[in-house]
Nanobody, 113 residues
Framework: QVQLVESVGGLVQPGGSLRLSCAASGSTFSFYAMGWYRQAPGKQRELVAGISSGGGTNYVDSVKGRFTISRDNAKNMLYLQVNSLKPEDTAVYYC???????WGQGTQVTVSS
């Protein structure tokens, strides 16, 4: 099993960038496919980026070319680099396994002038 803790998000201006990180506890992290999810106010939670145990990635169309998911298995870390941020990226962001069983608190990312 894996326990996950997201880094603190923040307030970013449109066009800005941010790197979110997620620290995982557990010796089996490297075997899990992982994902970053987000939930905007009034909307359902969505998967925005996924990464396989081998490093293959996928993204929702709205973030392709702007977001990059990566992992460092040696450090049990998951990252999401978010570039060219838009106001519509404002949401609570969550890291989780690709097949989530439970959810943590997430971290707020706000994109606003």
């Amino acid at each position: 099993q894996v326990q996950l803790v997201e880094s603190v998000g923040g307030l970013v201006q449109p066009g800005g960038s941010l790197r979110l990180s997620c620290a995982a506890s557990g010796s089996t992290f490297s075997f899990y496919a992982m994902g970053w999810y987000r939930q905007a106010p009034g909307k359902q939670r969505e998967l925005v980026a996924g990464i396989s145990s081998g490093g293959g990635t996928n993204y929702v169309d709205s973030v392709k070319g702007r977001f990059t998911i990566s992992r460092d298995n040696a450090k049990n870390m998951l990252y999401l680099q978010v570039n060219s941020l838009k106001p519509e990226d404002t949401a609570v962001y969550y890291c989780n396994t690709y097949y989530p069983k439970a959810w943590g608190q997430g971290t707020q990312v706000t994109v606003s002038s």
